[in-house]
């Protein structure tokens, strides 16, 4: 006695093959932009999911779009043009003493409406901002091309509200 039974060929007719065609072409991998989900402790986990509840459905004129998968801890507006990500690590550049002292061209520290950042210019020519002296590192990423000022603008309140001033650890 054999476990293994021939298979019966089912005939697939023009119908079904035309519905299995439109239905691949529906369902497309590029389904949503992706961020990778940062992973705090659970303190900084609590203020993030704070940041989350209060950030803008706009961001410079961009709607609310979040990335895949779904996490309070990432945030997107307009597709990827906008990643906010909250409870990443430390940037190396962050402690780099040429960023200090205002020597390395690709990062500059400064301030916008209240909220310290750490800019980064990224190989691609888009723009990583990174929170400072907030007590939970929040990441920003604006597309190439897109004025990072209106982004960092429309952050600000959300961010001050919800991530205390302090040393992140």
């Avoid at 990500?85 to 409406?113: F, I, L």
Wanted: proline share 8%; glycine share 10%.
């Amino acid at each position: 006695m054999s476990i293994f039974r021939p298979r019966r060929r089912v005939p697939v007719g023009p119908p079904v093959l035309a519905l299995l065609i439109v239905t691949a072409g529906c369902s497309s991998s590029d389904a949503g932009d992706s961020a990778a989900v940062p992973r705090p402790d659970a303190k900084v986990a609590g203020l993030c999911r704070n940041l989350d509840e209060t950030l803008p459905d706009k961001v410079d004129g961009l709607s609310r779009e979040d990335p895949k998968p779904r996490s309070a801890l990432t945030a997107g507006w307009g597709g990827s043009a906008i990643i906010l990500r909250c409870g990443v690590e430390r940037p190396a550049k962050m402690t780099d003493p040429e960023v200090a002292k205002g020597s390395d061209p690709d990062a500059v520290a400064g301030g916008v409406n209240g909220v310290d950042w750490l800019m980064e210019k990224r190989d691609d020519d888009s723009y990583r901002f990174t929170t400072a002296n907030r007590t939970a590192y929040v990441e920003v990423t604006v597309a190439k091309g897109r004025d990072s000022s209106g982004a960092l603008i429309d952050l600000a309140g959300a961010i001050k509200k919800a991530i205390p001033e302090g040393v992140a650890d």
